[in-house]
């Protein structure tokens, strides 16, 4: 049984960093993607950033480049998204998700979702 499990939400300033985490378990990750999502209230799910399990390609929507930063644990099966310079405008639920093999920037395309972590930035 596959299981994500985010951390690392939290309260922040604009301008200040967070740094989340998603220990994945349950498979052998080494073919998937490994994508992170937010959802705002009364918004729809969004991409943020994906990264190839295998390689390490990156991926990052427009709104967050140069800002967040996805890696990779292959020891600790544990994905990261660094976040800096935080906005008003990240506030979100965040969530980890896998998929196989592809990437793709859809959540309907994503087979496995984690639970998701707050985040919250003030002005």
């Known amino acids: 049984q596959v299981q994500l499990v985010e951390s690392g939400g939290g309260l922040v300033q604009a301008g200040g960093s967070l740094r989340l985490s998603c220990a994945a378990s349950?498979?052998?990750?080494?073919?998937?993607?490994m994508g992170w999502f937010r959802q705002a209230p009364g918004k729809e799910r969004e991409f943020v950033a994906a990264v190839r399990w295998s390689g390490g390609s990156t991926y990052y929507a427009d709104s967050v480049k140069g800002r967040f930063t996805i890696s990779r644990d292959n020891a600790k099966n544990t994905v990261y998204l660094q976040m800096n310079s935080l906005k008003p405008d990240d506030t979100a639920v965040y969530y980890c998700?896998?998929?196989?093999?592809?990437?793709?920037?859809?959540?309907?395309?994503?087979?496995?979702w984690g639970q998701g972590t707050q985040v919250t930035v003030s002005s």
């Open positions: 998700a896998a998929r196989r093999t592809v990437i793709s920037y859809y959540p309907s395309e994503y087979h496995y």
């Open positions: 349950g498979r052998t990750f080494s073919s998937y993607v």
